[in-house]
């Protein structure tokens, strides 16, 4: 695609934006509402800013205009940011971590489901590729000093009797084959010499031609049904990477060698711009703000007979002081004039009626209070605003393309001639602010000569926010490179390599029947497509913008539940693949025997922490997370798990909103841990139900096709019927020891069966209804369900009550 292309396609976006701000605007304006009311709206909004993240992360991906890019990526992670609050309301106004889209609304934006699911933005780990390939180098060259290799398909051993036999069955296919070839010569040389002096009755030929007619007939049937079929998406087509996918990968690329270009001559624009810039205007600035201070101090000083007091670098400088009109004296007094005895007894008897009042409709008000819902403020709306506005205002109407998509000499030198003013201003402040103090001294002396006393200094206030919360932790390790700690780490094997996962090889279909279900007053259950949506929104986009885990609700700890097989490893390898994360495994299992003993263990905890967030994004991983917390452990269990017991939650808490750490834990049976322990540590938690119809039809038919098994033949629908009670893993696991190569091979001569897969199923556990029934009783129990059922139950006894009153009253 063209440089017009991705201009046309962020002007476009631009428009949408300022719709999507003005409908997110008026949301907020219109402060609480009824939940139902409410709902469609976040709905709505939440649509909107996932196909504008969609459109904003192709035009980041592939716009060369290195200055046009950073505003690109101020609306990228503003629009991120607010997808995450907006869904942590629809979170609080549902009280479930699930949200479904609403139908109305994907009617009205002409969005398909599969497009309201976010995606991932590929900056991630584009702009991270160097780092992230090095970091994995490392891993590798120090695993293989240990001695640890990557492991290698094992030679086949024979026995002499079973090479013998291979031999001899390829030595006489080898004599069979010449054989076959030299029965066919002499064939063909007998039909020669024949005479064929007979002619072809007209019967034969016109048998002949109708058998032909009859195959072409039947094979042009067949090829227009099956191109109709393709047409309207009844057939999948043969699974072969198109030539127009790969050139268009081959532009992309293309686009982004000469993105790299372009950034990097902006970079050295900035540094030789600046240079220029310093040496023609650096003595003249200097000057002209000093005279500027000057002039304005004797001014000062001739009107008010006293010096001026020069605020401080933080407070603003000279700038600050050459706004300051007046001293705010009168608005001061106003704010703070005493109430009259009228007005207060007014006050009074009016918040003794409000009281009265409200406790009579006491009821009334909690039902109102139960019934609306107000959304929180956000940290990104006005930021996206603000960059629009400066993006239409600057480049929306601009053509770069004469330049190629170069970056602007003029916008440069404007914000650097800012930039050195200010580096300038701050140092003349600082001359100024002593020599004032000299003057000052000089005229507290004469002052003190004519007999005044000398007026004390004030005592420099402090200005800024609140005080971090956040406490200095002792340095166990302050004398050690990163390197090194990242090493040992390594060798203990507590940072561990994965295996490069997608989140879209999560395979599973959307519960498209959810929205429909709640406006019903039901609780619909999940599909896989909602599990993977859920894990995007709560794990993959925080981790990977530190703006957007800076300022947007902060998930410290996840929980992944579910059965054998259902993806719980692949959840955790796909969050660390698409951010680009390192992967620190505090498993129970792997981590007995190391670093033992009361001070190994904080120095364990000390070293996965510091270097977490040294080499953030990080993920802390736990397999088997409910065994911290069982009551009793097993005598045959010699792994130690109630070694991190009392430290989990200290980990969890350590992690704050500027550290891009995740904590996820993962396990099969979660209810045989001490509940409240265990929710202790995991803010959300995401159960994987058992895989619905859709999801392993989806399932069946990608992989079938992809291996190039897929026929009409085979009853998919059927199959998935019968593999309901088995786990995704499971199913995959049935698949590859089915098509096995010699399989592949027959597959143009026999086609594959049902029947073949659910054979080998036969001899695979499945998820028994028993397993099932006690992750339902456990679900019930987890802090969200339990608050939404607590919230639905007391709305209901308000109403009952209001009834009862109302029926006592008539």
Request: net charge positive; charged share 35%.
């Amino acid at each position: 695609m063209s440089n017009k292309t991705y201009n046309d396609l962020l002007c476009d976006t631009s428009e949408l934006i300022v719709e999507a701000t003005q409908a997110d605007e008026a949301v907020f304006e219109a402060g609480s509402a009824e939940r139902s009311t409410l709902q469609p709206l976040l709905s709505e909004l939440r649509i909107r800013y996932t196909v504008l993240l969609s459109r904003l992360d192709a035009v980041y991906d592939q716009l060369l205009q290195p200055q046009k890019r950073l505003i690109v990526k101020r609306l990228l992670e503003a629009c991120l940011g607010r997808l995450l609050e907006i869904k942590h309301d629809l979170v609080e106004l549902h009280l479930s971590d699930f949200t479904y889209d609403d139908d109305e609304s994907l009617k009205k934006l002409a969005v398909t489901p599969q497009e309201a699911e976010p995606c991932i933005p590929q900056y991630f780990v584009r702009e991270r590729e160097e780092e992230i390939e090095k970091r994995k180098i490392f891993i590798t060259d120090t695993l293989r000093k240990l001695g640890y290799e990557t492991p290698k398909p094992k030679p086949l051993v024979l026995t002499e009797q079973q090479a013998v036999t291979i031999i001899q069955s390829h030595e006489r296919a080898r004599q069979g084959r010449l054989r076959g070839q030299f029965m066919k010569e002499i064939r063909l040389l007998k039909e020669k010499g024949r005479d064929q002096k007979g002619e072809m009755s007209a019967s034969a030929a016109t048998a002949i031609q109708r058998v032909w007619r009859g195959f072409v007939a039947r094979r042009d049937t067949r090829k227009r049904k099956k191109q109709e079929q393709l047409l309207i998406g009844m057939v999948l087509p043969p699974y072969s990477e198109s030539k127009a996918i790969a050139r268009s990968e081959e532009i992309k690329d293309i686009r982004r060698n000469l993105q790299k270009e372009r950034d990097s001559e902006f970079q050295e624009a900035l540094v030789k711009i600046e240079e220029q810039l310093r040496a023609q205007n650096e003595t003249k600035i200097n000057e002209r703000i000093g005279d500027e201070l000057r002039r304005w101090i004797s001014e000062y000083y001739e009107r008010t007979g006293k010096l001026p007091e020069f605020p401080t670098e933080e407070a603003g400088g000279s700038r600050a002081m050459y706004s300051r009109q007046g001293t705010g004296v009168d608005s001061n007094l106003s704010k703070s004039s005493p109430v009259s005895s009228k007005d207060s007894k007014k006050s009074k008897e009016s918040k003794d009626k409000k009281n009265n009042k409200f406790e009579e409709n006491k009821n009334k008000y909690e039902i109102d209070d139960l019934k609306n819902f107000n959304c929180r403020s956000s940290s990104f709306l006005q930021d996206m605003v603000n960059a629009n506005e400066e993006y239409e205002d600057i480049w929306k109407f601009k053509d770069d393309e004469a330049k190629h998509e170069k970056y602007d000499k003029d916008m440069i030198e404007r914000e650097k001639i800012v930039k050195i003013e200010q580096e300038i201003r701050n140092i003349v402040d600082e001359l100024m602010r002593s020599e004032l103090e000299l003057l000052q001294a000089a005229f507290d002396r004469d002052r003190a000569h004519k007999g005044k006393k000398s007026k004390k200094p004030q005592k420099k206030v402090r200005r800024g926010g609140k005080k971090s919360k956040k406490k200095k932790e002792k340095d166990l390790t302050p004398d050690r490179t990163t390197e090194s700690l990242f090493e040992e780490l390594v060798t203990n094997g507590i940072i561990r390599p994965y295996p490069f996962v997608k989140i879209d090889d999560f395979i599973g279909e959307k519960s498209y029947v959810g929205s429909e279900m709640r406006n019903q007053g039901q609780e619909p259950l999940p599909c896989l497509g909602d599990i993977r949506q859920l894990v995007k929104e709560y794990c993959i986009l925080p981790l990977g913008s530190e703006t957007v885990r800076a300022n947007s609700p902060l998930v410290r700890s996840v929980l992944l539940s579910g059965p054998s097989g259902s993806g719980k490893k692949m959840l955790v390898h796909a969050i660390c693949s698409e951010t680009g994360a390192m992967l620190f495994d505090l498993t129970p299992a792997n981590i007995v025997g190391k670093y033992p003993g009361k001070s190994g263990l904080i120095m364990l905890i000390h070293l996965v922490m510091k270097v977490s967030r040294l080499l953030q994004p990080s993920v802390i991983w736990m397999d088997e997370a409910e065994k911290p917390f069982v009551k009793k452990v097993p005598k045959t269990d010699k792994t130690d798990p109630k070694r991190l017991k009392k430290d989990l939650v200290k980990i969890i808490k350590g992690i704050f909103p500027e550290d891009r750490v995740l904590f996820v834990g993962t396990s099969r049976t979660p209810w045989d841990a001490e509940q409240k322990l265990l929710f202790q540590c995991y803010s959300k938690v995401i159960q994987i139900p058992r895989a619905d119809y859709g999801s392993i039809s989806l399932m069946w038919r990608t992989k079938l096709h992809k291996a190039g098994a897929l026929s009409p033949r085979l009853e998919v629908s059927c199959l998935s019927r019968v593999c309901d009670s088995y786990t995704i893993g499971t199913l995959h696991l049935a698949l590859h020891s089915v098509l096995t190569t010699k399989r592949r091979l027959q597959l143009r001569v026999r086609a594959l069966t049902a029947q073949e897969i659910a054979v080998q199923l036969s001899s695979l556990e499945p998820v028994y209804a028993e397993q099932d029934a006690a992750a339902e009783s456990w679900w019930l129990k987890t802090p969200m369900e339990r608050k939404r059922q607590r919230h639905l139950q007391r709305v209901l006894e308000l109403e009952q009550e209001n009834e009862e009153r109302a029926a006592a009253g008539k």
